[in-house]
């Protein structure tokens, strides 16, 4: 290896593709570094690197000319408008909003096509895997076989996904999370950290499952589930239940939530 670290222009592969991130905060940084690691992997393997991250935007003014790691926060995420050629992830929502990130795709109306895809080169994924478009998987994150993943789903670090699990559209996994074969999880679900789901289990639209709890059995929507046997904590946050409740009242909303990923087979990995 040279160690050079521009691109080469003698190296293979297309030409790199601008990138922003839409949110500055803990997941849209950890988004950045993979997209930074991904970028070095090409470069190893003696290929232009894939994306050219040309910065965050987000909603916060005081952070509007500042660098988060680095990357410049150009402005709000209005600006994707004035930035046509440029894909984009939406990598924001904690455990209190996990709905926001619908939220924000929802209000910014881009075509599918505008959203990259972004995998940490240490995740593996399996040939008979998908994963829809704004979705993001972090570092060492494992798909074994014929896993179904939609669109701007977070997986994050360490998350096993085993063999026909389901994973839909808005899901966060977090940290450590491991799922048994053939589980679902409902549009918009959060998993939280180290969780357990039992095999052939379902965890319903918007519902939170409370950090190392054991699933197993299914949860219905809308709720708080934890602890190991998981049971009922309480009614999922407002944020989520709106989501929930826009949805089964059929509005714009409720048109695009059956969306899931098996109407997305073929979707690439980018
Ligand atoms: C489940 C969760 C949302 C509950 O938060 P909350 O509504 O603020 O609840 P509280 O912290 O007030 O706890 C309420 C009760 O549930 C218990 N509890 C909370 N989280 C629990 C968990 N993960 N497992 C077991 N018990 C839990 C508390 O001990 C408390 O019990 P008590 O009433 O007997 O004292 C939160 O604890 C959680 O697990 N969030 C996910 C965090 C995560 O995974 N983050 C990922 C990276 S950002």
Not at 81 to 106: E, F, I, Q, W
Not at 242 to 253: D, H, K, P, T, Y
């Amino acid at each position: 290896m040279s160690g050079a670290a521009g691109p080469d222009p003698a190296r293979s592969g297309p030409a790199a593709t601008d990138l922003v991130i839409i949110g500055a905060g803990g997941f849209a940084r950890e988004t950045a570094q993979a997209v930074r690691a991904a970028n070095a992997d090409d470069v190893a393997r003696g290929r232009a690197p894939r994306w050219r991250l040309t910065g965050h935007l987000d909603e916060n003014p005081a952070l509007h000319g500042r660098d988060v790691d680095g990357v410049r926060v150009l402005g709000g995420s209005g600006l994707v408008h004035d930035l046509p050629g440029t894909r984009v992830v939406v990598c924001v929502g904690n455990p209190r909003d996990y709905a926001s990130r619908a939220r924000l795709v929802r209000r910014l109306k881009l075509p599918e096509d505008r959203y990259a895809t972004v995998v940490h080169p240490t995740a593996a994924v399996s040939d008979s895997s998908v994963l829809g478009p704004g979705t993001v998987l972090l570092a060492h994150s494992v798909l074994t076989a014929a896993v179904l993943v939609g669109a701007h789903v977070a997986v994050m670090p360490h998350v096993v996904l085993t063999h026909d699990d389901v994973v839909g559209d808005f899901v966060t996994i977090a940290s450590g999370v491991r799922l048994g074969g053939g589980t679902r999880l409902e549009r918009g679900a959060y998993v939280g950290s180290g969780a357990l789901v039992r095999e052939a289990t379902t965890v319903g639209a918007w519902s939170l499952i409370g950090m190392g709890s054991t699933v197993l059995g299914d949860v219905p929507p809308g709720e708080v589930w934890i602890g190991s046997p998981a049971r009922r904590l309480r009614e999922a946050g407002a944020p989520a239940l709106a989501e929930l409740r826009a949805a089964s009242a059929g509005g714009a909303e409720g048109q695009d939530a059956g969306r899931g990923p098996a109407t997305r087979m073929g979707s690439p990995v980018t």
